[in-house]
């Protein structure tokens, strides 16, 4: 059983800042990509940033240039960095980790961030 646990999100005001991180229990093999998806209140789940196991990463056009995904192999930590916060980055952001072979997904429990405008 692996958990991925997600802390770092808050109330911040438009314009500041929050770094989330999502740990998981024990380092999982065969990881080929992680990445962070968002929900807000009637919306689909969107994702955010991923990066892949060869380090390239991809941003939603919403988030370019403002939020900073990396990853901690040491730690099995992935962290979101988010920077010029808006109103509309209001979610629950969720963690994912996903394995080609064998083919598995690890989902974290998801973290409230409220931006308040």
């Known amino acids: 059983q692996v958990d991925l646990v997600e802390s770092g999100g808050g109330l911040v005001q438009a314009g500041g800042s929050l770094r989330l991180s999502c740990a998981a229990s024990?380092?999982?093999?065969?990881?080929?990509?992680w990445r962070w998806y968002r929900q807000a209140p009637g919306k689909d789940r969107e994702m955010v940033a991923s990066?892949?196991?060869?380090?390239?990463?991809n941003y939603a056009d919403s988030v370019k240039a403002r939020f900073t995904i990396s990853r901690d192999n040491a730690n099995n930590t992935l962290y979101l960095q988010m920077n010029s916060l808006k109103p509309e980055d209001t979610a629950v952001y969720y963690c994912?980790?996903?394995?080609?072979?064998?083919?598995?997904?690890?989902w974290g429990q998801g973290t409230q961030v409220t931006v308040s405008s």
């Open positions: 994912n980790f996903w394995r080609l072979r064998p083919g598995r997904d690890y």
């Open positions: 024990r380092n999982i093999f065969g990881i080929n990509v």
């Open positions: 990066i892949t196991r060869d380090y390239v990463i």
